[in-house]
């Protein structure tokens, strides 16, 4: 069974960093590009950035590049998302999902996601 | 930037009625259009893919189709579990986008 787990949120001030987990069991993590996506409360969907299998190639939403950094270690199952210099408009549940690129193109696996709360 | 205008945001019914949902995106995304649905406080779940495939387990009384650059998400036969919200979302290009996202709820 396809397993994503995030973790890593909390409150945290303006202006500081965070990085979000995502443990992932049950497929061959190293086979898939991987995505974070985020939601503010009671709003809609935001992509925010993906990562290739191996790394190499990563993929930024404008509002989020140059603050935010996707990684991986496929030694260990896991994606991370850096976050620094935080502002309250990061203020969100982070999900991380299994994007699925082969012929056809879609996140088929979604984590149970992790609020992050920005504030002073 | 692709931009993905999805209405009706609002969409009131009865369980047993048909609904349609539609996204009109800004310009050719050669079917590479999702559709999910999430549930308050939960994941969202992905229903279709490639503006017509069901992805595996989902019933098919959802369906998707396109027509150019629109995309429709139907359900007949509404089900108590089905009142939530779906959102669209294209994957030809970077960045990846969603709809507004449309709230099905019960009349």
């Known amino acids: 069974e396809v397993q994503l787990v995030e973790s890593g949120g909390g409150l945290v001030q303006p202006g500081t960093s965070l990085r979000l987990s995502c443990a992932a069991s049950?497929?061959?993590?190293?086979?898939?590009?991987m995505t974070w996506v985020r939601q503010a409360s009671g709003k809609g969907l935001e992509w925010v950035a993906n990562i290739k299998e191996d790394g190499s190639e990563k993929y930024y939403a404008d509002s989020v590049r140059g603050r935010f950094t996707i990684s991986r270690d496929n030694a260990k199952n896991s994606l991370y998302l850096q976050i620094d210099s935080l502002k309250a408009e990061d203020t969100a549940v982070y999900y991380c999902?299994?994007?699925?690129?082969?012929?056809?193109?879609?996140?088929?696996?979604w984590g149970q996601g992790t609020l992050v709360t920005v504030s002073s | 930037d692709i931009q993905l205008t999805q209405s009706p945001s609002f969409l009131s019914a009865s369980v047993g009625d048909r609904v349609t949902i539609t996204c009109r995106a800004s310009q050719d995304i050669s079917s590479h259009l999702a559709w999910y649905q999430q549930q308050p406080g939960k994941a969202p779940k992905l229903l279709i893919f490639?503006?017509?495939t069901r992805q595996s387990g989902v019933p098919s009384r959802f369906s998707g189709s396109e027509s150019g650059t629109g995309f429709t998400l139907t359900i007949i036969s509404l089900q108590p579990e089905d009142f939530a919200t779906y959102y669209c979302q294209q994957l030809k290009s970077y960045p990846i986008t969603f709809g507004q996202g449309t709230r099905l709820e019960i009349k």
């Open positions: 490639r503006a017509s």
């Open positions: 999902a299994r994007y699925f690129r082969s012929g056809n193109y879609y996140q088929d696996h």
């Open positions: 049950g497929f061959t993590f190293s086979d898939y590009f």
